[in-house]
């Protein structure tokens, strides 16, 4: 998954709505560090801390994940993979 294009997409969207960093983390109840941390891709947030963002920013989670989608289905593979495995 590219962190830092979905950071990228979060943080364009935060700014169209003219929330400033402070107010998203608020809406969210996480931290402004952390929402920095994640608008620049240094952080990964949980599903359900993407999930709230995407709901305060009034965004789909497809949205700001749409490039990692195919990654995504392949890493699932995998991992099913491995669990036959074992």
């Known amino acids: 998954m590219d962190y830092k ?3 990228k ?3 364009e969207e935060r ?3 003219n929330l400033t960093q402070e107010q998203l983390a608020e809406a969210v109840e996480i931290s402004s560090v952390y929402v920095s941390h994640i608008e620049s891709g240094s952080a990964k947030p949980s599903l359900k801390t993407l999930v ?3 709901n305060a920013l009034g ?3 497809d949205f700001v994940l ?3 989608l195919y990654k995504s ?3 699932i593979k ?3 993979a491995n669990l036959q495995k074992k």
């Open 15 to 17: 700014l169209k709505k």
């Open 78 to 80: 995998d991992e099913i």
């Open 59 to 61: 965004i789909t989670p």
């Open 9 to 11: 997409r979060i943080k």
């Open 66 to 68: 749409y490039d990692s």
């Open 5 to 7: 294009r979905l950071g």
């Open 73 to 75: 289905r392949e890493y």
């Open 52 to 54: 709230d963002i995407c």
